[in-house]
């Protein structure tokens, strides 16, 4: 079938007739794939999910999806979760082997990469198999197989002998100095009022803080619904301060767990402190905690012992060093992380209300060709919309602004109108994040530290 949008949308219709049609549904998913249009497929293999738990081809296709989102360790989480089932799709080693490679799991890429192609050897791509005997030939160098064994995959030990990572003894992130300051993040003036009280002003004024024997350190905990802004205002914290920013994402969070984990977790602090002042921001910090008993190979109390020690500034002093933190579940993160001088401060970065909407719109409609917009009126028609569903509001109208311009040849400015038709086609994303935490916020509620939360919900 060709892949135009007009068969996702036949695609689309048969699935609401047959809705547990596993085939029809992972064709539309791979259709919207080709299409490049990753979150559709993502929706409706989810969606497939929530209908049939239990069907491994639905979980690999989702792991193709994180796959292509660079989302390596829920895709690896998905195949491990698929692949223990006899009746797991042979492609599904595939796609493990793909995942296990991007995250620096070489051997184990390999042994999936074999088992796909022993099971269906039209699985076999030249370009995935070079990368592995690149990567491999060192290590069965280093131990004492003859020649003969060289291909025999399943006696090798898994060792990896030294990570590119410490070979080169480099840092393994990026300093990035964020040019965004909290004059670009539109709204969520409690939290940014929040963060200048508890981040910015300490930083500020040290010598009047250690004055009062006020210690500084310790981390802000963000939470919420995703896409919310907490990335956003993380990176603008750092350009409010003028300090580097430091991004470790759930992938790079998890691949600390291989290998030589807390060593990772000790430079990724010493580069901060080396760099201070310095924003330090782990994104879906939950991970670390919620995952630790999926992963069998490691250590993993060591790791969250390290992380929680670095935190603490007992391996070195974290002065400058501002450690934030974001989490759409904080409910799964281990209690350890909560105790004092840790992530004892915890906020809740909400849905931005209406004049937070209409901020957040202005700012991404920012120098783009425009009329006189009602940014009031946009904002009234976007309850429970997140930052990023108000971006992609601005960025369909845009494009629907050019492909007007493109027909007719002639480009007109932006309107009201146009942002209100975009803003018909984006559904508001943070609902369904409300339906879970409306239970966390009830009956796990002790101390207090979802009060924000439970306000909030009272008001809705
Ligand atoms: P997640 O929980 O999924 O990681 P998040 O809460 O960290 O999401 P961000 O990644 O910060 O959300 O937001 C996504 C994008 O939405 C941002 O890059 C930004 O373009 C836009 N955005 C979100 N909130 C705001 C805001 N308050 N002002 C301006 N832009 C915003």
Request: hydrophobic share 40%; aromatic share 8%.
């Amino acid at each position: 079938m060709p892949t135009t949008p007009d068969s996702t949308l036949a695609l689309k219709a048969a699935l609401d007739v047959s809705p547990t049609n596993i085939p029809l549904r992972l064709l539309l998913a791979d259709t919207l794939l080709v299409l490049d249009r990753i979150d559709d497929a993502e929706k409706a293999l989810k969606d497939g999910v929530s209908r049939t738990p239990n069907d491994p081809r639905l979980s690999i296709g989702l792991a193709k999806v994180f796959l292509k989102q660079g989302k390596y360790a829920a895709g690896v989480m998905a195949c491990e979760g698929a692949l223990v089932r006899e009746d797991a799709p042979a492609e599904g080693h595939l796609v493990f082997s793909k995942l296990l490679l991007r995250s620096g799991e070489t051997e184990r890429a390999a042994e999936a990469y074999r088992r796909a192609v022993d099971l269906d050897g039209s699985l076999a791509e030249d370009e995935l198999a070079g990368q592995l005997a690149t990567h491999l030939k060192p290590n069965y160098e280093d131990i004492p197989y003859g020649d003969d064994d060289f291909d025999d995959f399943d006696d090798f030990d898994g060792r990896i002998p030294v990570s590119q990572f410490d070979q080169s003894g480099e840092s393994p992130a990026e300093i990035e100095r964020p040019k965004i300051n909290f004059s670009d993040v539109g709204g969520m003036e409690a939290v940014k009022e929040e963060i200048r009280l508890k981040i910015i002003y300490p930083l500020a004024h040290a010598d009047l803080y250690k004055a009062y024997g006020k210690a500084i350190g310790g981390g802000l905990l963000l939470y919420g619904p995703p896409g919310c802004g907490k990335t956003h205002l993380a990176r603008a914290t750092a350009g409010e301060v003028k300090a580097g920013f430091i991004v470790v994402g759930l992938h790079d969070v998890l691949n600390m767990w291989v290998g030589n984990s807390e060593k990772h977790l000790n430079k990724l602090f010493e580069q901060a402190r080396r760099n201070a002042p310095c924003v330090l921001f782990f994104d879906e910090v939950d991970a670390l905690a919620a995952s630790r008993a999926d992963f069998r190979h490691t250590n993993a109390r060591t790791v969250i012992n390290q992380f929680l020690s670095e935190l603490d500034g007992m391996t070195a002093s974290n002065d400058g060093v501002l450690v934030l933190a974001a989490t759409n579940a904080p409910w799964h993160m281990d209690s350890a992380f909560r105790r004092p001088g840790r992530f004892d401060r915890i906020s809740f970065v909400p849905p931005p209300d209406a004049p937070g909407r209409a901020a957040i719109l202005q700012l991404h409609v920012g120098s783009k060709p425009a009329g006189n917009i009602d940014f009031a009126q946009v904002a009234k028609a976007t309850a429970d919309h997140s930052g990023a569903d108000l971006k992609s509001v601005v960025d369909r109208a845009v494009e629907a602004k050019l492909q007007d311009a493109m027909k007719t040849g002639v480009p007109k400015p932006l309107e009201t109108k146009d942002l209100l038709a975009a803003a018909k086609t984006v559904k508001p994303s943070t609902r369904e994040w409300f339906s879970d935490a409306r239970n966390y916020a009830l009956y796990a509620n002790d101390g207090g530290q979802y009060d924000d939360l439970a306000t909030y919900l009272k008001m809705k």
